[in-house]
């Protein structure tokens, strides 16, 4: 099936640092989530994203919908231990079953040692 | 907030063995979903459900069934446990009615097959 293509895989982080992370898609997409996944936990939704251009932010989370809606990033500024984990895009393309959502293979945080 | 739980966190069970995972959901979603998620391998869609008694292949849906009996539980059976049906199990629900594509997860069962 279709699938993201999210970069980069894995990522070190320090203390303080902004984080930049994206996902991309050979089709056009009509929805864009980002969610965070903790060891051992099921994925929390952080953001949802339903036109071109759209950029909403979550406390020190911002996310966009690309205006090709082919695209989306994730900012995450000033980051702290806690960001740590996996960071999943998910999103719904035209034509595609109602409800589901096609997801990225994940972004992984860790702390810089 | 939108609650979805899982019967068990972690699970092992013996080569043959039925094996039933429940989810429940409190906030009265129609739709529900049932994943695997396997290192380099990201979450794969096993079965789903958009109302009570309607289920829909996924990705993956061998070795595998489902019942949706009631709207806020939705089961997974593995019906010969086999090795390869190892891994993390997630159930997910949404709403048709608002905000269609914002799925909200358990928090995972994490199967052993030995």
């Known amino acids: 099936g279709q699938q993201l293509n999210q970069s980069p895989q894995s990522m070190f982080i320090q203390e303080g640092e902004d984080v930049s992370m994206n996902c991309t898609s050979s089709s056009i997409f009509n929805t864009w989530l980002w969610y965070k996944q903790d060891p051992g936990e099921g994925p929390v939704l952080l953001i949802a994203l339903y036109k071109a251009g759209e950029l909403t932010s979550n406390g020190r989370l911002t996310a966009q919908f690309g205006i090709t809606r082919k695209d989306s990033f994730l900012n995450i500024s000033a980051s ?3 960001d740590v984990g996996i960071y999943f895009c998910a999103g719904q393309n035209y034509g595609g079953s109602q409800g589901n959502l096609i997801f990225g293979k994940g972004t992984k945080l860790s702390v810089k040692p | 907030d939108v609650k979805v739980t899982q019967s068990s966190r972690y699970l092992v069970k013996r080569t043959g063995e039925k094996v039933f995972l429940e989810c429940v959901q409190d906030m009265d979603h129609e739709n529900m979903f049932w994943y695997r998620q396997d290192p380099g391998l990201g ?4 079965y789903f459900s958009y109302d009570v008694k309607m289920k829909e292949k996924g990705d993956i849906p061998e070795g595998y ?3 949706r009996e ?9 019906e010969s446990a086999s090795t390869n049906q190892t891994s993390m199990y997630l159930c997910a629900s949404s709403s048709h009615r608002v905000r269609l594509y914002e799925q909200y997860f358990g928090p995972g069962t994490r199967l052993t097959v030995t």
């Open chain 2, 43 to 46: 979450l794969r869609l096993i």
């Open chain 1, 80 to 82: 702290i231990p806690s």
């Open chain 2, 65 to 67: 069934s489902v019942s």
């Open chain 2, 70 to 78: 009631k709207k806020e539980r939705f089961s997974l059976i593995l």
